[in-house]
C-alpha cells in the first residue's frame, strides 16, 4: 500500500527512467490528426493518414493529462501548473501559470464556452481566449477527479473522499465526506445519484438528494479507472485486476474479469466489445454482455492511456512511449509512433494473439 500511495501523489512523478517517454494520457483528435502529450514534455500532432508529426511542442514540465480541443485550438496543462492555448499549426497562443505548481493531471473542461481545469487543491475557471481567469474555487485537499458536470452544476472530489456540489460559477453548493479514501476516476450524475470508486477498494452509489449512500459493493483493491455506464450498466477496472459490470439499480456485478494487473484506464465500449488496458502490458477486448475474453493485446509496456475510437479505429500509448493502432476487426495491433522521434513503419504488427 506505500508504494501505490507514493504513487499517486506524485502523479505519477515516480516513474522510472526506462519511462521517460511515458505516454500516459488518453489520445485526442483534432481534424485527421492526433494529439497527445508525453512525460518528455512534449505535444505532439500526428497525422492519421501518414502517421508522420505534423509538429511537436515543447512544454516547460511533463504532461499528464488529455488535451481539449475546441474550434481549432489546443488546450492542455503540464507537471507544474502551466496551462497552454495552442493553435492547429502548434504555436503557442497563450500560456497560464496557475500558481499552484502542481500537476495538471486531467483533461479541461469546456462549459458554457468557460475552461475549467484543476491542479492541487483549487479548481479554475479560465477565459480560453487570453487564460485570464474568471472563477477559482479552493477544495479542503487536492482534487483527484475530472469535472463531471449535468444541468447547472458540477461535481468533483478530493484524495479524502469529499465530494464537491458547486454552481457553474465554482460556488459552492454542497458537499458530502462519503468515501474513506480517494476518488481518482471520474464521477458519474445519474439523475439525482452519483456514482464512483474510491481507493477505499468500494465503487459507490449516493442520492444528492437524500444526502445519503444508498449503495456499495467492495472490489477488494483501490478504484483508480474512472467508470462509464452504458443503459443501466456500469463498467469499471480497479488495481487488483478485476473489470466490473455492475446494474447501477442493485449495485450487483453481472459479472467481473479477471486481468493479470492493475486495470487504470478508462474502458472504450464500441457495440458488444469492451476495450481497456493493464498493467500487464495487454489491451484487453471482452464482451460486454458476457464478460469473456474475446482478444488481447500485447503491447510493450504499462497501458494507461484509455483508449479512444477514431474513424474505425482504436488508438492508445504505452509507457514506452508508443502509440498503438487497432482496427474494430481486431485483425492486428500496429504501431504506428514513438515519442523518440522515430516513426514507426505503419504496417509493423507487435502482436496479435489468436481469439480463445
Do not use: H
Not at 514534455?41 to 475546441?70: M, P, R, V
Not at 479554475?124 to 444541468?151: C, E, H, M, Q, W
Amino acid at each position: 500500500m506505500k508504494i501505490k500511495i507514493v504513487l499517486f501523489i506524485g502523479f505519477f512523478a515516480t516513474l522510472n527512467v526506462l519511462q521517460g517517454q511515458s505516454i500516459i494520457s488518453k489520445i485526442s483528435v483534432q481534424n485527421k490528426n492526433l494529439i497527445f502529450g508525453s512525460l518528455n514534455k512534449n505535444l505532439y500532432s500526428l497525422s492519421i493518414d501518414s502517421k508522420k508529426t505534423n509538429w511537436i511542442f515543447n512544454a516547460e514540465t511533463e504532461i499528464y493529462g488529455q488535451s481539449e480541443i475546441k474550434d481549432n485550438k489546443i488546450f492542455f496543462g503540464d507537471g507544474n501548473g502551466l496551462v497552454y492555448c495552442i493553435g492547429a499549426d502548434g504555436n503557442q497562443i497563450w500560456q497560464k501559470n496557475l500558481g499552484t505548481y502542481n500537476a495538471i493531471a486531467y483533461k479541461p473542461v469546456f462549459i458554457d464556452n468557460n475552461l475549467y481545469i484543476s491542479s492541487g487543491s483549487s479548481l479554475f475557471i479560465l477565459d480560453p481566449r487570453d487564460g485570464s481567469t474568471l472563477g477559482k474555487f479552493y477544495a479542503n485537499a487536492p482534487i483527484t477527479s475530472p469535472v463531471s458536470t449535468k444541468d447547472n452544476f458540477l461535481i468533483i472530489a478530493d484524495n479524502k473522499g469529499k465530494i464537491y456540489k458547486l454552481s457553474k460559477e465554482v460556488a459552492l453548493i454542497d458537499s458530502y465526506q462519503i468515501a474513506l479514501g480517494a476518488v481518482f476516476g471520474k464521477i458519474i450524475i445519474d439523475e439525482n445519484n452519483i456514482f464512483f470508486g474510491s481507493n477505499d477498494s468500494n465503487f459507490y452509489k449516493y442520492s444528492l438528494d437524500e444526502k445519503k449512500i444508498v449503495s456499495s459493493i467492495g472490489t477488494n483493491d483501490w478504484v483508480s479507472s474512472s467508470p462509464v455506464k452504458e443503459g443501466n450498466l456500469i463498467f469499471f477496472g480497479n488495481d487488483g485486476g478485476f473489470f466490473f459490470c455492475l446494474d447501477k439499480n442493485t449495485m450487483t456485478a453481472k459479472w467481473k474479469f479477471k486481468a493479470n494487473a492493475s486495470i487504470r484506464t478508462e474502458p472504450l465500449i464500441v457495440g458488444d466489445k469492451i476495450f481497456f488496458g493493464s498493467d500487464d502490458k495487454n489491451l484487453y477486448v471482452i464482451s460486454k454482455t458476457t464478460g469473456k475474453l474475446i482478444k488481447k493485446f500485447l503491447a510493450k509496456e504499462k497501458i494507461k492511456s484509455s483508449p479512444t475510437l477514431i474513424e474505425n479505429t482504436i488508438y492508445f500509448a504505452d509507457e514506452s512511449g508508443e502509440v498503438y493502432a487497432i482496427d474494430t476487426e481486431l485483425k492486428a495491433l500496429k504501431s504506428v509512433f514513438k515519442t523518440s522521434g522515430q516513426n514507426a513503419d505503419p504496417s509493423k504488427t507487435v502482436e496479435t494473439v489468436k481469439k480463445n
